[in-house]
């Protein structure tokens, strides 16, 4: 029987995806699931999610819960890691520091000074599950979805035992859904190839039944102004080919994007100025927060997100919910405001 451990299953959407997709596979509906977080109310939360959607799937799958990573790891076959090292606080800091230097990022967690700092953080715990993997599941892969993952994935091949180790992405089948739907082709008929490395792949072949898809891109593009402003877009135009990461994760890859006002202004995203990308991540980070909680989503910005976030570390359930609706409220009075350089 397999045996998966999934570390950091306090990311509980995270989890119950993966187990979605997992447990659907007859040759895995049996698996044991071995559960590992460091905080104990949200490896509960994961636990019995996990055991509602086996449930669901009608998977006799076998769901057990670990806050001693060693008994979560001791002979599994797989290890899912999805930790983020620090949370939303370390996250604030990866924008915040670079941020009062002058620097411009627009997720920071693959590569630049964010990157750097969140690999600085979780290549130590990365290298310590290996570490554990090596004396109590030496022939485990070791699959990651945690960035930033090259990083990451070299620095475990390199620093520890385990060799067996691959970074995993959503972007190719994201992008691909994408650009089914631009060129209004059923996805579920659509046939593709990518290749590339994690984190920067490149769709070499879009059809259907036979027809090259990438005429009929080429058309929507060239209907759309708004597409033609994004800067993967420009990237294919380029490159003639389609990358598979986000405008934002490209601006980054290739900061010719982000080193003039001009260039920024020309490939903002929904007609806002670039320098709110900053408040529109952490905006995002904060209603994780806010939904974990049973909260509402708010609509923040720099100051108030650090506020919010820091804040979130200390209330319970019901005084946070609180805390949100205050917070809510008095962005609805407030004026729109951005972060300064």
């Known amino acids: 029987m397999t045996r998966i451990a999934f570390v950091g299953a306090g990311s509980v959407e995270f989890t119950r995806d993966l187990l979605g997709d997992i447990l659907t596979f007859p040759e895995l509906s049996d698996a044991t699931i071995s559960l590992h977080d460091i905080d104990p109310e949200r490896l509960e939360a994961a636990e019995s999610m996990a055991r509602w959607t086996a449930g669901e799937l009608g998977a006799p799958a076998t769901i057990e819960a670990h806050l001693d990573r060693r008994a979560a790891l001791d002979g599994c076959d797989h290890v899912i890691n999805m930790i983020q090292v620090g949370g939303h606080a370390a996250t604030l800091i990866d924008f915040e520091v670079p941020a009062r230097h002058g620097v411009r990022q627009t997720i920071g967690d693959t590569l630049g000074i964010g990157g750097i700092f969140r690999a ?19 022939q485990a892969w070791f699959l990651n979805y945690t960035n930033p993952m090259a990083m990451l ?7 520890t035992p385990i060799t067996r180790i691959v970074g995993l992405c959503h ?9 089914a739907e631009l060129v209004g082709a059923p996805y579920e008929e659509v046939t593709y190839l990518g ?7 490149w769709i070499l072949q879009l059809e259907r039944d036979g027809e090259d898809l990438y005429p009929r891109l080429d058309e929507a593009i060239a209907r759309d102004p708004g597409l033609q402003r994004r800067v993967r877009v420009e990237m294919y135009r380029r490159f003639g080919r389609f990358p598979t990461e986000s405008s934002e994760h490209s601006a980054e890859y290739l900061p010719y994007f982000m080193h003039s006002d001009e260039m920024i202004e020309r490939f903002r995203k929904s007609g806002k100025r670039a320098e709110a990308r900053f408040d529109t991540y952490i905006t995002r980070l904060a209603n994780e927060v806010s939904l974990r909680n049973g909260a509402q989503p708010v609509t923040i910005v720099c100051a108030e997100a650090a506020n919010l976030l ?12 609180h805390y949100i609706a205050e917070r809510a409220a008095a962005e609805r009075k407030a004026e729109p405001k951005h972060c300064k350089k």
């Open 310 to 321: 820091a804040t979130a570390s200390t209330l319970g359930n019901a005084e946070f919910r």
């Open 120 to 138: 600085l953080r979780t290549i130590p715990v990365m290298q310590g599950i290996a570490a554990d993997m090596a004396e109590v599941c030496p």
């Open 153 to 159: 994935c070299w620095a475990t091949y390199a620093g």
């Open 171 to 179: 972007s190719v089948q994201n992008t691909t859904r994408q650009l």
């Open 195 to 201: 290749a590339g490395v994690n984190h920067q792949a």
